[in-house]
């Protein structure tokens, strides 16, 4: 009969051994190559995109989106307060902020809205601190939930994972957590069962963390052009005037729409228009012509240079 404490060692081994292989470890590099190795062809048409996710997605920037694309473009959405894959596909975990996300003209409940099959994309957001997400949320497991069912509803769905970012104040550093980040965590963990499972027709990367690190290392290095000099100048501000360090304001929202505009449609936005409205119809705060063509001009040339994106290179 075995002992207390040899039992008691042997799950601290069983334990020990199903964290570093079920969360421990990412998927290698090689793996992921060869499932980013053919991009997309672009599409031919303008689309109709499905949006899930939280405050980082919001209203705005998918608003903005729909008018950077042009007449055509359609999306509806299904928004909580930092939600997870997992709680937007559990029936009875609660969705934090869901009445007031979504009391708006654009929500359509996302599994009976994805299982029409009516839409040519899909963007799949995970709640942030990622490794919070990886720990308690299954987020690898619920990615690929979510990408297979939209998979079933409509094979020729494209389905975009959007990386977002952390707090500007994070205390490992936040360009050093973005430069981790994506490999470690969005790729590495986050996507590694549905890579594995489809690598023939994986889970492409809209990557917005990846655009603001190199933004916020133009304007470090060159002081910035005007009404942009720093990365905090898209970020929003609380009421009392104190600094937002996770959401974005109007400026911040343009950038993040530019880049769902480079990855779905396979489009340089140089040039595009960048006076635009809110959601809500009103006239958001435009960045000034210096800044939306830094914010154009950063956003192609990281699309362009991130295989995962499914862009051409």
Known sequence: ??????????????????????????????????AYATPLTAPSATLSV???????????????LEQLAGSGHSHHSQ??????????WEPDVAINGFDAENAHSRFKPARDALATGSYDAV???????????????????????????????NP???????????NLDDPEGWLVRLDRDLDT????????????????????????????????????????????????D???KHPDGTQDTIHLNDQGAYLIALTHYAVLYHLDPKGLPHTLLRADGTPAQAPTQEAAELMQKTVWEVVTSMPCTGVAQ
């Open 1 to 34: 009969m075995f002992k207390p404490v040899l039992i008691l060692g042997l799950l601290g081994l069983a334990a020990l051994a199903w964290w570093y292989f079920g969360t421990s470890r990412k998927l290698p590099a090689d793996t992921v190559a060869a």
């Open 50 to 64: 499905y949006h899930l996710g939280h405050s980082l997605v919001g209203r705005d920037m998918p608003a903005m």
């Open 79 to 88: 928004l909580g307060w930092g939600t997870s894959l997992r709680e937007h």
């Open 123 to 153: 963007v799949l957001t995970e709640m942030v601190e990622i490794k919070d997400a990886i720990k308690y949320h299954d987020s690898s497991k619920y990615l690929k939930i979510w990408a297979d069912f939209v998979r079933q509803a």
């Open 156 to 166: 020729e769905a494209r389905i975009y994972l959007y990386e977002s970012w952390h």
């Open 185 to 232: 965590y969005w790729i590495g963990k986050v996507l590694a069962d549905d890579l594995k499972a489809h690598p023939e027709n994986p889970v492409r990367v809209i990557p917005g963390g990846q655009v603001m690190a190199r933004l916020a290392r133009t304007l470090l290095d060159s002081g910035g052009v005007a009404g942009l000099k720093q990365i905090e």
């Open 234 to 236: 898209l970020f929003a």
